[in-house]
């Protein structure tokens, strides 16, 4: 089969410990006077805020701070942030924290520099101008969301995520440092990890994937394989730390030239709805999918039994054992159950009309209608 792709990765990796020291030099360079950082709550707290805030500060830049970033971000987080920035008038952004201050700052780079509401964005041809540069310091493994080119926003009035994917509003720069992770709760290194297994798997089996996100999507499966349980066991366990930040930005690589798919379609609808953990949502829906789309996909899920180093002897074998570690992993990672997100009954056709007008069902490996969400949400209600 003859390929046709692109590739582009605008972002720039800086990887390591204390990766972050390097920020305050590259906002000089640049001219930067102002910024703001985007964050959560709990991430303001955090010890290492204070060493990254007061890095840049020491190089004469002044720090203004939005820490209203919400779970699933939502459209008002996101235009209260974009205000505050085009007040202030602002040179750059920064975000720190998992998927939903990164994804925020995002869309607040478009709406500070074009006005209007977030919604309007997810046309990305509308994002017509420059947008405001913005630099990424991730602390959580899984959302990948600091190299890719899309932002998952909640539209609040219609209960339904959307996103905007454009190497526009790719960050600058992501500074990625394992050691800002050691400090998460088990729940949320699981849940963050099968986020990023996730994109791994649903990049490798996209309608969508090439050669180059192949490559990312089957290391990422490798190392998010052998060390997501270490990591959740032994949250100081170093090597562990480095293995799952590497496979959830191999991961985010991946996904980004590639798509997600099936998985995600109805993780974001459970999202938009119930305002559920995206990395439980996806934990929940990732073997089931998976089930059902096996026999679409049956050699690319072989060779995913083969990157967690299982053994087959042909490929029906190797997609079943695929698909049965998965569910495995998922378990011995003690998520929560589908029906502790709060999903009712009356709410499930929503739900898959919600699935199937996700952008990346095209992408998924198996056609799949609303009907046929409707059937593995059902499935998932046991
Ligand atoms: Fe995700």
Same mark, same amino acid.
């Given at each position: 089969m003859q390929h046709n792709f692109g590739f582009i990765l605008p972002t720039e990796i800086q990887y390591g410990q204390?990766? =972050?020291?390097k920020l305050p030099e590259e906002l000089s360079t640049h001219g930067v006077k102002s910024v703001l950082l985007i964050t959560d709550k709990v991430i303001r707290t955090q010890p290492f805020m204070t060493d990254i805030v007061d890095n840049i500060v020491a190089q004469d830049i002044r720090v203004y701070l939005f820490d209203q970033v919400e779970a699933n971000p939502k459209d008002r987080n996101v235009e209260d942030a974009a205000e505050q920035a085009a007040n202030l008038q602002v040179d750059a952004l920064i975000a720190v924290g998992g998927g939903s201050p990164i994804d925020c700052a995002k869309a607040v780079s478009v709406v500070a520099t074009?006005? @209007?509401?977030?919604?309007?964005? =997810?046309?990305?041809?509308?994002?017509t101008g420059e947008v405001l540069p913005l630099y990424t310091i991730p602390?959580?493994? @899984?959302? @990948?969301?600091?190299?890719?080119?899309s932002s998952v926003i909640t539209n609040t009035q219609e209960q339904y995520k959307f996103t905007i994917k454009s190497?526009?509003?790719?960050?600058?720069v992501a500074y990625i440092?394992?050691?800002?992770?050691?400090?998460?709760?088990a729940e949320l290194t699981a849940a963050t990890g099968m986020d990023a297994l996730t994109h791994a798997i649903e990049a490798y089996t996209a309608?969508?994937?090439n050669p180059l996100s192949d490559a990312a999507a089957l290391h990422a499966i490798e190392l998010i394989h052998t060390h997501l349980i270490t990591a959740v066991k032994e949250p100081q366990n170093a090597a562990a730390r480095d293995g799952m930040m590497t496979g959830s930005l191999l991961a985010g690589i991946a996904f980004s030239h590639s798509d997600v798919a099936g998985v995600h379609c109805i993780a974001e609808a459970l999202g938009g709805k119930y305002d559920a953990p995206h990395g439980v949502c996806n934990a929940i829906a990732l073997p089931v999918m998976m089930e059902y789309n096996r026999d679409y996909a049956l050699e690319r899920y072989a060779r995913i039994a083969r990157a967690m180093g299982l053994e087959f002897k042909s490929a029906a074998e190797g997609a079943e054992k695929a698909v049965e570690r998965v569910k495995q992993l998922a378990e011995e990672v003690c998520l929560p159950e589908f029906r502790s997100l709060g999903v009712k009954e009356e709410d499930l056709q929503e739900l898959a009309e919600n699935s199937a007008r996700n @952008?990346?069902?095209?992408?998924?490996p198996r056609p799949m209608t609303a009907d046929d969400y409707l059937q593995v949400l059902r499935n998932l209600m046991g």
């Open positions: 204390n990766a =972050a020291l074009h006005g @209007g509401s977030v919604r309007f964005y =997810a046309d990305a041809a509308k994002i602390t959580t493994a @899984g959302t @990948g969301s600091e190299v890719t080119f190497p526009k509003i790719a960050p600058q440092d394992p050691q800002l992770t050691h400090s998460k709760p309608k969508a994937a @952008g990346s069902n095209a992408d998924n």
